[in-house]
C-alpha cells in the first residue's frame, strides 16, 4: 500500500485520512492476459489503478481492425473517462495485455467523495490534467513526428516496450502496419 499511497503523493499532498478514504471505494483484483475491464458497447463505473502488468485502450473500426489508443504500465490511471462522466456505453475498451494487478476504482462514489472533500477533489483535478497532458502530448506525437520518430519516442519513453508488448500492438499504436514497424526496427539497428 505504501506504493499507491506514494503515487498519489507524486500529485499533492495526501493524507493517510483521505488515502483511507480512498481505499474503501477501491478493490484489489487480478487479472489474467486478454481481460476487457471497460467493453465497448457498456456502461462503464470503474477506474483501475494499475499496479502491475500491462493494460491498453483501442477502438475497432468498422472493418474490425483494432487501433490501439493507449498503453497502461504500473502505476497508472486507466478506464473510459468519457463513458464515465457521461454515464453512456464506452466506445474504447479496456484489455490487459499482460496478467494485472489493479485497484478497482468505484468511479460514482469517487465523484460522491469529491463532493463531499475538497482533498479529495483537489486530488483528483490534479489527477486530471496529467491525464489531459499525456492525452495532449500523444496529439501533437501524431500529428508532429514520423513512424520512426515516434517509435524511437516510445523506445526512449518505455525502454523495454518489445518485451513488454506485442509487436503488432506497438504497431498499432504508432498507426503503421506491423510490416512497416519490423522495417523501421531492422533499419535503427542498422545504423
Known amino acids: 500500500m505504501q506504493k499507491q ?11 493517510k485520512e483521505t488515502f483511507a478514504k ?4 477501491s478493490k484489489f483484483r487480478k487479472f489474467e492476459a486478454d481481460i476487457q475491464v471497460a467493453e ?8 483501475y489503478l494499475l499496479t502491475s502488468g500491462v493494460m491498453r ?3 475497432t473500426s468498422e472493418s474490425g481492425k483494432e487501433h490501439n489508443k493507449s498503453f497502461f504500465f504500473p502505476m497508472s490511471f486507466a478506464g473510459s473517462l468519457s463513458a464515465l462522466i457521461k454515464k453512456v456505453p464506452s466506445e474504447i475498451v ?17 465523484q460522491a467523495l469529491c463532493e463531499r472533500d475538497i482533498e479529495v477533489n483537489n486530488l ?5 490534467e496529467q491525464v489531459f497532458m499525456r492525452y495532449e502530448k500523444r496529439q501533437l ?8 520518430q515516434r517509435y524511437q519516442k516510445l523506445k526512449k519513453d518505455i525502454p523495454n516496450i518489445d518485451v513488454l508488448v506485442p509487436q503488432y500492438h506497438i504497431a498499432s499504436y504508432l498507426s503503421i502496419t506491423a510490416v512497416q514497424l519490423s522495417r523501421i526496427r531492422k533499419k535503427l539497428k542498422e545504423l
Open 57 to 59: 485502450a483501442y477502438i
Open 94 to 110: 479496456y484489455e490487459t495485455i499482460t496478467a494485472c494487478k489493479v485497484y478497482e476504482i468505484d468511479y460514482y462514489k469517487l
Open 5 to 15: 499511497f506514494n503515487f498519489l503523493n507524486s500529485f499533492g499532498d495526501v493524507s
Open 22 to 25: 480512498l481505499q474503501n471505494i
Open 124 to 128: 483528483y483535478s490534479r489527477i486530471l
Open 141 to 148: 506525437e501524431l500529428i508532429s513526428l514520423d513512424a520512426t
Open 40 to 47: 465497448f458497447g457498456k456502461v462503464p463505473s470503474k477506474i
